[in-house]
């Protein structure tokens, strides 16, 4: 649930500030008359990631064996590559996304001004996307279903007031620090949901040594303990892991982190 309560606020404010961003543009260009049609494009986006959403948690479950096993462990390696992007790729373009969706706001009002739905909704519409995806991910390796969906719902309302606060400027938050070390925990937790999804496969036969586990301590943390789920839902920590799980556990983590935390040191100006 923790997992997916941050991977809610996170997704969620990232999609809140472009709105916000998007809005207060308009508001500042004296073009309030485009503001129904941003909104039109952001609805259809939220309305595109909740049937992702839906039809991932439906359809995948129709499955069975070996089926199921592959479609699970490549959906959750999707996840893991678009996410580790995401989190990458904001930290590399957050200084510039104002100017950037500016710029699209103006190359985009010619006219009677539609383009600017289809600007909304590919801003928002990846943002939702990814966000359905790893939410799914992320729950579907916890083996859990209803309280991953409640934290990733109580994260995305969370993350819509605060975007709200904020375009009001009622709250100001530090979103160089939060963006920081929320996108270090997703890449934690995108470790967890890859160490599934090579389970996953393994299971399927797809990959080798599923029979080589490196550990087995499910007596000292029974898996349906709560700090089994806890250890599970937030780094993908299993009580029976194969040497092969492991093995890309660590090596994802340690390399991502590594690069993540380079990239978010050579932006901070030196004192």
Sequence with gaps: MLANLLIGLREGLEAALIIGILAAYLIKIDRRDALPKMWLGVGIAALISAIVGIMLGTGVAQLEGPPEE?????????????????????????????????SDIDKNLAGNGWGLMFVAFLAVGREGIETALFIWAAATATGEKILPTI???????????????????????????????????????????????????QEAGLLPGDADKAFNVSGAIPPDSWYGVLLRGTIGFTPEMSWLQVIGWIGFAAIMLTLFLRQMKAKTPAK
Excluded: D, P
């Excluded at 490549?74 to 104002?98: C, D, G, I």
């Excluded at 934290?151 to 605060?162: K, R, Y």
């Design 70 to 102: 592959i479609l699970a462990g490549t959906l959750s390696f999707l996840a893991v590559a678009l996410v580790t992007w995401m989190v990458f790729w904001m930290a590399k373009t957050a200084r510039n996304l104002k100017g950037h969706l500016e």
């Design 151 to 201: 934290g990733a719902i109580v994260g995305l309302g969370v993350a819509a007031l605060l975007g709200w606060l904020i375009f009001k400027g009622m709250v100001r938050l530090n979103l160089s620090k939060f963006f920081t070390w929320s996108g270090a925990f997703l890449i934690i937790v995108a470790a967890g949901v890859l160490s599934y999804g090579i389970h996953e496969w």
